[in-house]
Nanobody, 116 residues
Framework: QAQLVESGGGLVQPGGSLRLSCTVSGTRSSIYPRAWYRQAPGKQRELVATITRGGITNYSDSVKGRFTISRDNANTIYLQMNNLKPEDTAVYYC???????????WGQGTQVTVSS
């Protein structure tokens, strides 16, 4: 069964950078990753950035100018995070969709902690 797998989280100092990756594992090629969300402790999950299969991107105001979402191929997207702030601390989730259904897919999440 295909799933979304994130990697690249960790602990970084304020002002630092991290790069998250999300790739589709398994053989069901109808699934593609399309967005990054994050959820901080005690808060609702929020949209960070989206990217269409054609490469059109969109960002939340809180990360615009600091984060960049990109697509390597149909199965892999990245989130380059620069000038990280303590308020960026959260579990980051990859979100995906299917080309043959309206199903929504989520990765297991990767922790990003920004602290000195």
């Amino acid at each position: 069964q295909a799933q979304l797998v994130e990697s690249g989280g960790g602990l970084v100092q304020p002002g630092g950078s991290l790069r998250l990756s999300c790739t589709v594992s398994g053989t069901r090629s109808s699934i593609y990753p399309r967005a990054w969300y994050r959820q901080a402790p005690g808060k609702q999950r929020e949209l960070v950035a989206t990217i269409t299969r054609g490469g059109i991107t969109n960002y939340s105001d809180s990360v615009k100018g600091r984060f960049t979402i990109s697509r390597d191929n149909a199965n892999t997207i990245y989130l380059q995070m620069n000038n990280l702030k303590p308020e960026d601390t959260a579990v980051y989730y990859c979100n995906g969709a299917s080309t043959v259904s309206t199903s929504n897919y989520w990765g297991q999440g990767t922790q990003v902690t920004v602290s000195s």
